[in-house]
Every structure is written in C-alpha cells, then in structure tokens.
C-alpha cells in the first residue's frame, strides 16, 4: 500500500463494515496472476495526448510480434502487454529503450500486488554516449563507473563508436526522471588530472523534471476530485 493511500485512509474515519478485511484466497486469483506473469506495465513519458491505437499498432510491429501481443489500456496513459513467452518479454526489455512518436515508452515488469494507483515510473531506461574521454580511458569498466554516476548501469556498449568529430563510448543506464540528465562531468586518473566528458543521449532526457511536475500537477488534481 502506498504513502498516499495510508495517509488517506488515516484522515478517513472508517466505519466498522468499513475496517473489514475481505481475504481472497490464492485459489481465487490464481487465473488472473496466471494472465499477468508475463506482462510489462508501460507509461509514455509525455503529458500531451497521443494517438494509442496507432501507437499500439507501432509496438507491435517494432517488437514483431503482432496479434500475439495483448495490450490494455489499464488506466490514464498506463499499459499492460501481455506476452506469450519469457523469451519474447526478456527481448523486449533487453532491446529497448523504445519510443512512439518521439515520446519514451518506460517499462516496468509486472509484479504481485501491483494497482493503477500504486504503479510508479521512476526512472527511464535510456542508451547514453559519452564523449571526449580520453583515449586511455576506453574501457568497458570506465563506461560502466561513469554510468553508475548518472543512475543505475544495465548494459555497457563493449566496442568503441566513432563519428566524424571524435570517439565515445555507450552505456545503458535507468536515470531518474524527477532531475534532468547531465550534461557532462570530470573524470579524473590516479594522476588527478581531470577531463570533461560530455553526456548525450538520443532521447531529450532534460524535459524529465517538466514531466514529473505534469503529472504532479495531475495526480493532486485526481486526489483532491476523489476527496
């Protein structure tokens, strides 16, 4: 149960019927954890209206799975894809980040427990290039130190990009969207000679704090309607 909801409920003066817990037996559920074992919660990270029937179709087709891919609309701007095989969901997250009409779709695995007001979406799964490291700084475990720095690592690009001004490397890193990401750092050796390394990203990860103050702003709206 969250915070806000226990806050709630500490303000409310409940009736005795009120207080009653209703137990529901393992038995009575089991169909529908059965249904949501292999699911994925999804929320796009925009506050602007979006076509969902055409961004549904996109998914299907950029996962390439099709009809086989179950998508419900659970609650506002909130999506649960229901998946065939482990096999299928675990490609899904491990190809991410993906995106539907320049918006970042995040993911959440589904979990026991889990309700439309209880789901949160913290973080934003996104590759992010680092550049202007210098050359004997190339590594897997650098990419990997420098990333842990910026949120929490996933994957680390092990071969060296190039483009026409200079090398980077690339890491795929959960960064929290309640701050912006940031544009650089200083990274030092044992020498302490420091370097600047730039941050950028294929997605604009600085709107991340506009975002979260939207849906703030709607959350506290839906609150104070329902009391």
């Not at 026409?164 to 650089?184: D, Q």
Request: overall charge neutral.
């Amino acid at each position: 149960m969250t915070d806000e909801v226990i806050n709630n409920l500490e303000n409310m003066k409940l009736t005795t019927e009120e207080e009653d817990v209703i137990t529901i037996f393992d038995e009575g559920r089991l169909e529908a954890i059965e249904d949501c074992t292999l699911s994925l919660m999804g929320k796009f990270l925009t506050c602007k209206s979006f076509n969902k029937r055409a961004a549904k179709n996109t998914i299907r087709r950029a996962w390439g799975l099709d009809d086989s891919l179950r998508i419900t609309e659970v609650g506002p701007n909130l999506f649960q894809f229901k998946f065939k095989s482990e096999f299928d969901l675990d490609r899904t997250l491990r190809g991410g980040p993906w995106s539907f009409d320049n918006q970042l779709l995040m993911l959440k695995r589904w979990r026991k427990g889990m309700t439309v007001g209880n789901i949160r979406m913290e973080t934003a799964t996104l590759w992010v290039q680092i550049g202007g490291v210098p050359l004997d700084m190339f590594s897997s475990q650098v990419a990997r130190v420098v990333g842990s720095r910026l949120g929490v690592v996933e994957d680390v690009e092990h071969r060296r990009g190039q483009d026409e001004f200079n090398y980077f490397m690339r890491v795929k890193v959960a960064l929290p969207i309640s701050k912006p990401i940031r544009r650089g750092s200083f990274i030092a050796g044992s020498d302490g000679e420091r370097h600047w390394v730039k941050f950028l990203s294929m997605n604009d990860c600085r709107c991340f704090a506009i975002i979260v103050e939207c849906w703030d702003m709607t959350l506290r709206t839906v609150q104070h309607t329902l009391l």
